[in-house]
């Protein structure tokens, strides 16, 4: 599976983005798919995550401004991003995990201003 993602920019803070991650088959059998980040110099970390059962979890700094959404029939996983800070500030992946293999797309840089 190859996983494309699109949607970041530059933003100020308070703002808005939707991250799109476009897979290129079928996600309905992917078990899990989930959005990392990784800010310059810190490690990567978990931000959102969702299963083919729709049950999400989000890291706690992220909890009431994002939202994962997953839809099947377009093949694509979605991360809105609402009332970014410039903590948020980072490159972003996205990541699927089917049963026996895991795949990550390419990164979007998203970038809130202060």
């Known amino acids: 599976v190859q996983l494309q993602a699109s949607g970041g920019g530059l933003v100020q803070a308070g703002g808005s983005l939707r991250l799109s991650c476009a897979a290129s088959?079928?996600?309905?059998?992917?078990?899990?798919m989930g959005w990392y980040r990784q800010a310059p110099g810190k490690q990567r970390e978990l931000v959102a995550s969702?299963?083919?059962?729709?049950?999400?979890h989000y890291t706690d700094s992220v909890k009431g401004r994002f939202t994962i959404s997953r839809d099947n029939a377009k093949n694509t996983v979605y991360l809105q991003m609402n009332s970014l800070k410039p903590e948020d500030t980072a490159v972003y992946y996205c990541h699927a995990i089917a049963i026996s293999s895991e795949y990550w797309g390419q990164g979007t840089l998203v970038t809130v201003s202060s």
């Open positions: 969702i299963t083919s059962g729709d049950s999400t």
């Open positions: 088959r079928s996600i309905f059998s992917l078990n899990y």
